[in-house]
């Protein structure tokens, strides 16, 4: 048990020696030490998780998650152990205000691979339906590069088919009129086939011939315009079936997978909030603690260390300085005795 104690207070940053004289903050930072413990844990079992997903091997997923668990861990330890404890709340605040901040971004990283575990059936099933999506998009992408030909052939049967119609249209046009002339329904009105019913009669039978040649002409036209769409649909189909399902798989698809279902399902996005919030609460309930709770006994023991250090950094100061100055006063002295010794000489020597 006192192992366990220990470790959970090197886990909280603390200095365990100082600890060890104050038993009343004891519990205090066993559990700071246990939350930033976990939260370590987390982040190595969610990086490993999204780790996975990028590189399908489970060795280089459990080596990559641990190292980041284990940075997750020590930057905890960093921002927590940073924290000092002066009964001044408005400036602690200001203080720690940017190891919250930190403290949040780090839940975002941690918690988005656990969400996507979470929801893991879930985003499975909206990947095969985003894979389907992409599929189509594909094979209208590849419907599109022929339409322009297809949409052109097509017009040009149009347009034979019509010459052919119109042309029959006035076939039939000079056929009626011939009969008439010949029955006294039209024309001279007499029913008689006379000169006139036989010009008649030959620009039917004219018309009869260019339709007969038209349409024989036409039709080798259509015929081939014909084979042409035909080997268009088959080289679209051909691209078609050499398309290829894309396996959805990896952290963006998955991410956005999730992103789909939270607007698809109030459920799902309630749930999604509720981990995040979930993971901000514990990584920054450490900083919270420091910052809320009273000035203990630890924070007298740490804050008399640190005085002692400060007051000798101080003391060894003004040491040195004095010994600087009394080396400069010596240095001065030997100064003045050589110069006066010198101006003694030439005093003499005058």
Not at 24 to 38: E, L, P, Q, R
Not at 68 to 74: A, P
Not at 285 to 292: A, E, G, M
Request: hydrophobic residues 45%.
């Amino acid at each position: 048990m006192e192992k366990i104690r220990a470790f959970f207070w090197y886990c909280s940053g603390a200095d365990t020696e100082t600890l060890k004289k104050c038993p009343t903050d004891s519990n205090k930072y066993v559990g700071i030490g246990a939350t930033i413990f976990f939260t370590g844990i987390f982040a190595a079992l969610a990086a490993a998780y999204a780790f996975y997903t990028v590189f399908d091997n489970a060795w280089a997923a459990t080596g990559l998650g641990l190292l980041w668990g284990v940075m997750i861990f020590n930057l905890d330890r960093y921002i927590v152990s940073g924290m000092r404890k002066r009964n001044r709340g408005f400036q602690e605040l200001k203080i720690a205000l940017p190891r919250i901040l930190l403290a949040v971004m780090i839940s975002v990283v941690i918690a988005k691979p656990l969400e996507l575990k979470i929801f893991e059936k879930e985003i499975n099933g909206e990947l095969a339906l985003m894979e389907q999506e992409a599929f189509a998009r594909q094979k209208e992408v590849i419907s599109d590069q022929f339409v322009a030909q297809k949409a052109a052939l097509q017009a040009e049967i149009a347009v034979l088919k019509e010459e052919i119609n119109q042309k029959a249209a006035k076939r039939d046009e000079l056929a009626r009129i011939a009969q008439q002339e010949a029955d006294g329904t039209g024309g001279t009105g007499k029913r008689n086939p006379g000169p006139i019913y036989q010009i008649k009669k030959a620009d039917a039978e004219q018309m009869e011939a260019e339709l007969n040649e038209l349409r024989a002409n036409n039709n080798r036209l259509i015929t081939q315009k014909e084979q042409m769409l035909a080997t268009l649909a088959a080289d679209e189909q051909q691209k078609i079936s050499d398309l290829k399902l894309a396996a959805m798989d990896g952290p963006a698809a998955r991410l956005e997978a999730l992103d789909r279902l939270s607007q698809q399902s109030t459920a799902i996005w309630y749930a999604n909030l509720f981990v995040l919030l979930l993971f901000i609460v514990v990584e920054t309930s450490p900083i919270i603690v420091k910052l809320i709770s009273q000035k203990g006994p630890y924070d007298y023991e740490l804050e008399k260390k640190e005085y002692q250090h400060e007051a000798s950094f101080y003391e060894d100061r003004a040491a040195l300085h004095d010994e600087i100055k009394k080396k400069s006063e010596a240095m001065a002295e030997r100064e003045k005795n050589f110069v006066e010794e010198r101006l003694n000489i030439k005093l003499d020597q005058t």
